[in-house]
């Protein structure tokens, strides 16, 4: 479970200054290098758009997956295949690398490598790149303008590849060239030829259940929210206008066909449940938020009230017609 705040801040989707124009504003490749011994290799690729997968990688045709009609960017074909060129070579002179590595500083196999490595609009227009390298799930070092910064989990392993990488220079040639020229402009393509999809907005739907109970005369309300894009979304348990501090939030869980669903939860004593709501905000609402009320759940007194009343008027009305026009009978 995450705050609130953490839920409507993750992702970092910013807002481009000078065009209405939500969405994602960071492109990054992540890599996920396998090395079982020394001999044996594998990468999986895949390209993002923050949270929002674009490109797949095949590893066997070392070809690359366009997972939208416009996540070419505004790239031709020959210049795709020309920079997926690049990549094969690039990820086949990686292992190589690496493989050397191990070799020299005895690392012990297996081992996975992962690598993130991207750029991002900042708001006035400037593109940053950055790089991280992760061995075993830990960071190990990234570039930071350009100059390698080991990180301290790595220790001496970390400082000596920095090292090395500082002192030839054309060993990441291929890396600064993905940073500092392809993706800055291919962000830019795709931010672009996406917008209509990246800058929709879609309406969440919301509804309301209860939980596995917490614990004797407690209940656990559950607001679903679902189907919404863009990311941020503000959804609370209100008493009035009151927001309940007690309100729980799920993590974001992404959908197929690119949407958001969250679920925000309230533990409360059973008697307290009347007069709670959720509330919901989110961009595609222009302000007028949701909000469902947690309902008594529809008493027996009520069922009979709802069908007897009617009956009885409708009996009536049958026996005044039935006088009026039978005065004799
Ligand atoms: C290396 O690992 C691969 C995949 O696990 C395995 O098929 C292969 O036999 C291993 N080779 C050696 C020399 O251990
Ligand atoms: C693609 O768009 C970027 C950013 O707008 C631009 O710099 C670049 O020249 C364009 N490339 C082509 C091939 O049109």
Redesign the pocket.
Known sequence: MRSLALCCLSGCWGRIPGAVNYGPTSYHVIQISSFANSTWAQNQCSGWLEDLQIHGWDSKSGTAIYLKPWSK????DK?LAYKEEMFRVYLFRFIKQIQALAKIYHMKYPFQFQVIAGCELRPGGSIVSFLRKALGGLDFLRFDNDTCVPSPEWGHLAQQVCALVTALRGFIAAERQFLYEICP?FL??IL?EGKAELQRKVKPEAWLSSGPSPGPGRLLLVCHVSGFYPKPVWVMWMRGEQEQPGTQHSDLLPSANWTWYLQATLDVASEEAAGLSCRVKHSSLEGQDIILHWGQPISITSICLAVIVPTLILLLCLALWHMRHHPCS
């Open positions: 960017g505004n790239l031709t210049e402009r830019l393509g672009d």
